[in-house]
């Protein structure tokens, strides 16, 4: 059974990095077959695919994200990260890591980590 | 970017009804389109992936159909446990986008 563990600080301040970790069991990231994705929710509201990161590295971001974010992938410890800098309030969401199968869709999905930004 | 509609945006219906979900792309976007379920306080979870298909382990009473823009989900009688917002998304292109929601309530 595939599963994904999102980790990091719950809070952060304005203005800087948030950084988070995807720990994944169950799957192996280096066997080529899926991307690794952020997705965030905000309160509420609905939901954004942040980014996608591959085994060997290869990225895609979300063009109203991507000055900002930064997706790496360590395949040793069967981990993948989210950097987002210059953070603000409207950055205050749940944010999901979920596997995009090679058909295309999320699964499956961690449960979520919640993030505000606030001094 | 792609933007998918659904409607519509809440929904309440009886237990044992048949309950539709649509959802529109604008743009034409084959069969790339999958369904979540999200319940409250819970991670989105695939219930339908390439418009029809039934992701191993979901009922068999909700089914997908649709191609191009126009797509459907359908729970031909509704259960309780099936409370949640429901969520189309678009995988023809990225980035990958997501409808707004449909809440649906139990009457």
């Known amino acids: 059974q595939v599963q994904l563990q999102e980790s990091g600080p719950g809070l952060v301040k304005p203005s800087q990095t948030l950084s988070l970790t995807c720990s994944v069991s169950?799957?192996?990231?280096?066997?080529?077959?899926?991307?690794w994705s952020w997705i965030r929710q905000h309160p509420g509201t609905g939901l954004e695919w942040i980014g996608d990161i591959n085994y060997s590295g290869n990225t895609y971001y979300n063009p109203s994200l991507k000055s900002r974010v930064t997706i790496s992938v360590d395949t040793s410890k069967n981990q993948f990260f989210l950097r987002l800098s210059c953070v603000t309030a409207a950055d205050t969401a749940i944010y999901y890591c979920?596997?995009?199968?090679?058909?295309?869709?999320?699964?499956?999905w961690g449960q979520g980590t919640l993030v505000t930004v606030s001094s | 970017d792609i933007q998918m509609t659904q409607s519509p945006s809440s929904l309440s219906a009886s237990v044992g009804d048949r309950v539709t979900i649509t959802c529109r792309a604008s743009q034409n976007i084959s069969f790339y389109l999958n369904w979540y379920q999200q319940k409250p306080g819970k991670a989105p979870n695939l219930l339908i992936f390439a418009a029809s298909g039934l992701q191993s382990g979901v009922p068999s009473r909700f089914s997908g159909s649709g191609s191009g823009t126009d797509f459907t989900l359908t729970i031909s009688s509704l259960q309780p446990e099936d409370i949640a917002t429901y969520y189309c998304q678009q995988s023809y292109s990225v980035p990958q986008t997501f409808g707004q929601g449909t809440k649906l309530q139990i009457k």
């Open positions: 979920a596997r995009l199968t090679n058909t295309a869709e999320f699964d499956p």
């Open positions: 169950g799957d192996s990231i280096s066997n080529g077959n899926s991307f």
